[in-house]
């Protein structure tokens, strides 16, 4: 019985925090600035939430029916992995797409270094063409038969 108890608390603690986490993460997309600002709401608050929620379900789970369960940990892992990852790579894109920030966020100018920030802004990729249409025939507005 003090196994259950304990374990209930520690669940409840859990969810509650993973909660907490998800709602400041949630809320600081919407009230930060720019995109950078931005990348830490998801990065941080989020993955911790999620992560604590991930937790308490291996927990309750692993208690109540006796045997461990892998899956949640295994989810918990791959996304404390992942979500770095993919904050880094936003960012880097965002330097190299040249977006607009507020100057709170950068950092000194020798900070930066050209390979870290683009030259020129990145190209947007052409319009797919139409394998069956010649230019001519585009032109005449004819399709080819």
């Given at each position: 019985?003090?196994?259950?108890?304990?374990?209930?608390?520690?669940?409840?603690?859990?969810?509650?925090?993973?909660?907490?986490?998800?709602?400041?993460?949630?809320?600081?997309?919407?009230?930060?600035?720019?995109?950078?600002?931005?990348?830490?709401?998801?990065?941080?608050?989020?993955?911790?939430?999620?992560?604590?929620?991930?937790?308490?379900?291996?927990?309750?789970?692993?208690?109540t029916?006796?045997?461990?369960?892998?899956?949640?940990?295994?989810?918990?892992?791959?996304?404390?992995?992942?979500?770095?990852?993919?904050?880094?790579?936003?960012?880097?894109?965002?330097?190299?797409?040249h977006?607009?920030?507020?100057?709170?966020?950068?950092?000194?100018?020798?900070?930066?270094?050209d390979?870290?920030?683009?030259?020129?802004?990145?190209?947007?990729?052409?319009?797919?063409?139409?394998?069956?249409?010649?230019?001519?025939?585009?032109?005449?507005?004819?399709?080819?038969?």
């Open positions: 019985m003090n196994l259950y108890l304990l374990a209930e608390a520690v669940v409840a603690f859990l969810l509650v925090a993973g909660g907490i986490f998800a709602f400041t993460g949630s809320l600081g997309m919407l009230q930060f600035k720019d995109f950078f600002m931005r990348l830490h709401g998801p990065t941080k608050g989020t993955t911790l939430g999620i992560g604590c929620t991930l937790i308490a379900s291996m927990l309750y789970f692993t208690v029916q006796g045997e461990f369960h892998v899956q949640e940990l295994l989810i918990t892992l791959f996304l404390f992995i992942t979500a770095p990852v993919t904050g880094h790579m936003l960012a880097k894109t965002g330097l190299h797409m977006l607009r920030f507020t100057t709170g966020t950068r950092g000194s100018v020798p900070e930066l270094r390979e870290d920030v683009g030259q020129s802004r990145v190209a947007r990729p052409a319009k797919a063409r139409h394998p069956w249409r010649s230019r001519r025939q585009k032109r005449k507005g004819r399709l080819p038969r």
